[in-house]
């Protein structure tokens, strides 16, 4: 597609339910990076997707969250047993190869998530 | 530790004055430099990099940023603001690994 692809919009979840976030990546992006912001926070690295590569989850805040990238595409965030600290945009980007050749990172527009 | 700091929460111009929008980093080794735009509740756009090269940097929307390596800065500059330019500006750079480090962001409100 165009841009970074991201669903739901908008997402509100009960205290203790599990959600799932997507991202489809731009086509032919072999990087993929999970963010998060908070209300007034700036933005947090959660995790890195490079082609077949281990994936670099240092950023992931607990083990209820986790997410995979399946053929190399399209990625999944999952976040189990939500907490109300959890509510924040959830935002999704790729790149042409890793940033650490200067490559842009292009955003989507993000999910956001309201825990209640 | 990598890390890019942004020391104004808020910039307030009037349109038609010069904007610029601080922000240092401590990076290791040759940095990679970026400014972001986010409007309301929207996702971050992607303004200009600094990689290599000529330290003045043009980007979208009349942006420009001058890369300083002697004092680690990357300062967003724009000559003529507008109202339109009110949004939320991150700066970041490369960390260690492939990742990028934002700063926490600046507000910039232009009045007309």
């Known amino acids: 597609g165009a841009g970074v692809s991201q669903s739901p919009s908008n997402k509100v979840t009960e205290k203790g339910k599990d959600v799932e976030l997507r991202c489809d990546p731009i086509?032919?992006?072999?990087?993929l990076y999970w963010y998060r912001q908070s209300l007034g926070q700036g933005l947090e690295f959660l995790i890195y997707?490079?082609?077949?590569?281990?994936?670099?989850k240092s950023g992931l805040p607990s083990d209820r969250f986790s997410a995979e990238r399946t053929g190399g595409s399209v990625s999944t965030l999952t976040i189990q047993r939500t907490q109300q600290e959890d509510s924040a945009v959830y935002l999704c980007?790729?790149?042409?190869?890793?940033?650490?050749?200067?490559?842009?990172?292009?955003f989507g527009e993000g999910s956001w998530l309201t825990v209640v | 530790a990598q890390s890019v700091a942004q020391p104004e929460d808020q910039v307030n111009v009037a349109e038609g004055n010069p904007l610029t929008v601080k922000c240092t980093y401590s990076v290791s080794g040759n940095p990679y430099l970026f400014w972001y735009v986010q409007y309301p509740n929207r996702g971050l756009q992607f303004l200009l990099k600094?990689?290599?090269?000529?330290?003045l940097v043009k980007g979208s929307y009349g942006f420009e940023a001058e890369f300083n390596k002697s004092q680690t800065s990357f300062h967003l500059k724009k000559p003529s603001a507008l109202v339109s330019d009110s949004a939320l500006y991150f700066c970041?750079?490369?960390?260690?690994?492939?990742?990028?480090?934002f700063g926490g962001g600046t507000r910039v409100l232009v009045k007309p």
């Open positions: 086509s032919g992006h072999t990087a």
């Open positions: 980007a790729s790149s042409l190869s890793p940033v650490i050749s200067g490559n842009t990172i292009y």
């Open positions: 970041a750079a490369k960390a260690a690994g492939n990742k990028l480090t």
């Open positions: 600094y990689i290599t090269g000529d330290n």
């Open positions: 997707f490079q082609g077949n590569s281990a994936p670099d």
